[in-house]
């Protein structure tokens, strides 16, 4: 892949949407991963337990996943310099699974410094899960 | 128990250093389904202007999360961690996190405030390499969600 030519990018371009499937599984990689190996996103009981209605995605695999549709936009991951988001609702994940659906569009395209700002929309089962979810590019 | 606002301003001692390599940045990658081959294949990452494969933006947040203990296992913070949830992540990256870097990170309360009974706490953890060389700063808000009634 190459970064995204800065002249190709207008304000109103919009990016995905992209449905990306989140399994238990996904969530036992992530836990490895990251090494946040909280139960709540792994062990059904525990969550019950805790007044959670299922296991939930963590706030950090849904943020990760939203950023790789913006990763594959700008053609290299490199290039995304700011990412940011508010963990508004939890990604209820059954055991047969579930999905996200991440939406973009570009907000920003400053020329002069070379920076595109995408906004995402990130939503599963029809409602939004991050607030506020921007991510800043960098292009030539 | 409330959290300890004496905290804000404390900045504790760096965390690390944690070793960064290729198989770790290919394990984060496939799980947020980060399919760029600058993840995976060190030619392609060459060919992009980097030393070696590069960690996906929000893999920082695993050298954050590990400064972030410290603080939170304090006990005179006075944060209970079975209360906590994460309320938001903010990344601004320096330069990518790279296969071969030794990161380190150095945690500073920047603010603790009460709201609708609960306790909003921000952390800034800056990551650099142990050469130094600043990698990306992390600002965490935790949610410590209030006792009952």
Known sequence: MAARALATVSVGETVGPVTVPVTRETLVAYANASGDQNPIHQDEEFARSVGLPDVIAHGMWTMGAAGSVVSQWAGDAGRVVEYGTRFTKPVVVPVTGTELVVEGTVKGVDVEAGRVTVELTVSADGAKVLGRCVAVVRLD | ?149
Do not use: W
């Open chain 2, 1 to 149: 128990m409330a959290v300890n606002a004496d905290f804000v301003g404390r900045t504790y001692p760096p965390d690390g250093p944690h070793p960064v390599d290729a198989a770790l940045v290919a394990a984060f990658a496939a799980a947020v389904g980060a399919d760029d081959p600058v993840h995976t294949d060190p030619e392609a990452a060459r060919a992009a202007g980097y030393a070696d494969v590069i960690a996906p933006p929000t893999m920082a947040v695993r050298f954050a999360q590990s400064a972030d203990r410290a603080y939170v296992t304090d006990p005179e913070a006075g944060i209970d961690y079975s209360r906590v949830v994460h309320g938001e992540q903010r990344f601004v990256h320096h330069r990518p996190i790279t296969a071969g870097d030794e990161v380190v990170g150095t945690l500073t309360v920047d603010q603790v405030r009460q709201a609708g009974g609960h306790s909003m706490v921000t952390t800034r953890t800056e990551l650099a390499t142990t050469g130094g060389e600043a990698l990306a700063t992390c600002v965490s808000t935790i949610v410590v969600r209030g006792g009952e009634g």
